[in-house]
């Protein structure tokens, strides 16, 4: 059901590559909700994914850029300005670690690939907010949201440096926060998203036990894309408007957990299993 939550509101989304990205979700569900946006996303991503299939959906056009390149931003802005003037919101899903990807662990990451998922998956958060700030692009109570995930406050098995670049992310919404809210009314949060069965996602190691184990944790269960998707439009909407600097659990409780019922009783199982032995 839509409520014109975002109607007449104006944005960009980064970061959809098919119909399993939660950006490719709110996409969806920002167009349903009323909403004009530009779709972007690098290059080289493109070429692997669907979002001009998105694009026709959603009745716009995808600008392709690079968030590690400050040229790909300033262009992207440029289009966004010469098509809406201002702009209502921002979407930042943007994550990639190649040390993730190539399996090395956090003790032995390589500093190349280390670089690289600092700058595309955090840095490139303040690039944008940054010259969109230089340019006065976003509308008074305009909102911009960045996801990202519980691994910044805690050590998870195998999430290795996106950890150290997801912490980063979130105090660039901080610090940015307090700077243009303080100027411009502008507000900037972080999602805490559950692990989700993402194309990304799918290829992190062990990620089916992940998702087990926090649903098992979570008394509400992990939440879906879909559902991420609904919660963001909220922060895009007008219902939000003193809501800034806040990274905002949407985990089905699991961040507040420390040990499940569910979760004990496949730990005794386990336990009895080895003694067993």
Same mark, same amino acid.
């Given at each position: 059901m839509a409520?014109?939550?975002?109607?007449?509101k104006k944005g960009i989304i980064f970061g959809a590559l098919n119909d399993k990205s939660i950006a490719w979700k709110i996409a969806e569900k920002a167009y349903e @909700?009323?909403? @004009?946006?530009?779709?972007?996303?690098?290059?080289?991503?493109?070429?692997?994914?669907?979002?001009?299939?998105?694009a026709k959906q959603c009745n716009t056009e995808v600008v392709p850029a690079d968030a590690s390149s400050m040229k790909d931003i300033e262009n992207l802005l440029d289009v966004a300005e010469k098509k809406y003037g201002k702009i209502d919101?921002?979407?930042? *899903?943007?994550?990639?670690?190649l040390n993730v990807r190539k399996g090395l662990p956090y003790d032995?990451?390589?500093?190349?690939?280390?670089?690289k998922t600092m700058d595309i998956s955090a840095i490139s958060f303040h690039r944008v907010i940054q010259e969109a700030k230089k340019r006065d692009i976003m509308n008074e109570w305009g909102s911009i949201v960045a996801l990202t995930y519980v691994a910044a406050q805690r050590t998870l098995y195998r999430y290795n440096d996106m950890a150290d670049a997801k912490?980063?992310?979130? *105090?660039?919404?901080?610090?940015?926060?307090?700077?243009?809210?303080?100027?411009?009314?502008?507000?900037?949060?972080?999602?805490?998203?559950s692990p989700t069965m993402t194309t990304a996602g799918s290829g992190v190691k062990g990620i089916d036990n992940l998702l087990d184990f926090t649903e098992r944790m979570s008394p509400l269960g992990n939440a879906t894309a879909e559902e991420c998707?609904?919660?963001?439009?909220?922060?895009?909407?007008?219902?939000?408007?003193?809501?800034?600097?806040?990274?905002?659990?949407?985990?089905?409780?699991? *961040? *507040?957990m420390g040990m499940s019922e569910r979760a004990m009783m496949v730990y005794n199982k386990s336990l009895e299993q080895e003694e067993e032995e």
């Open positions: 409520y014109n939550l975002l109607k007449g @909700e009323g909403a @004009e946006f530009i779709l972007t996303n690098a290059p080289v991503a493109m070429r692997y994914g669907e979002i001009k299939e998105l919101f921002i979407l930042h *899903s943007i994550g990639m670690s032995k990451v390589n500093y190349d690939y280390y670089h912490a980063v992310l979130e *105090s660039i919404a901080r610090s940015f926060g307090y700077m243009y809210g303080r100027d411009k009314n502008v507000r900037i949060n972080t999602i805490s998203q998707a609904d919660y963001c439009i909220t922060l895009f909407s007008d219902l939000t408007r003193k809501v800034t600097m806040q990274n905002l659990f949407h985990d089905g409780g699991f *961040s *507040s």
